[in-house]
């Protein structure tokens, strides 16, 4: 049975040079990029949340954000004025 890859997208062959690399990485080479990752998606939801509630104040779109990478349990336990935006 053939191995599963981890891109529909990409050859086994680049995947698995893609795979060496992140092995010879060093751990704070790996922790750099995670962390670069990381920041670029929280700041695509962001720029998401500000393109669809415009007039939102600073503090709405915060919340927002908030709801959407920590899920609406956890985003309204640290911020209880959350709850307010959930739709029914």
């Known amino acids: 049975m053939a191995t599963p890859t981890l891109a529909l997208d990409t050859s086994p062959e680049i995947e698995a040079r ?3 690399a ?3 990485m ?3 080479r ?3 990029l995670i962390t670069g990752l990381t920041q670029s998606a929280y700041a695509l939801t962001a720029a998401g949340v500000r393109h669809r509630y415009p007039s939102a104040s600073p503090r709405e779109q915060f ?3 908030a709801l959407i990478v920590l899920g609406d349990d956890l985003a309204c336990r640290a911020y209880p004025d959350a709850a307010a935006l959930i739709d029914p």
Do not use: N, T
Request: positive net charge.
């Open 18 to 20: 893609q795979v060496e």
């Open 22 to 24: 992140w092995r010879e």
């Open 26 to 28: 060093s751990s704070a």
């Open 30 to 32: 790996k922790a750099a």
């Open 63 to 65: 919340l927002r954000v």
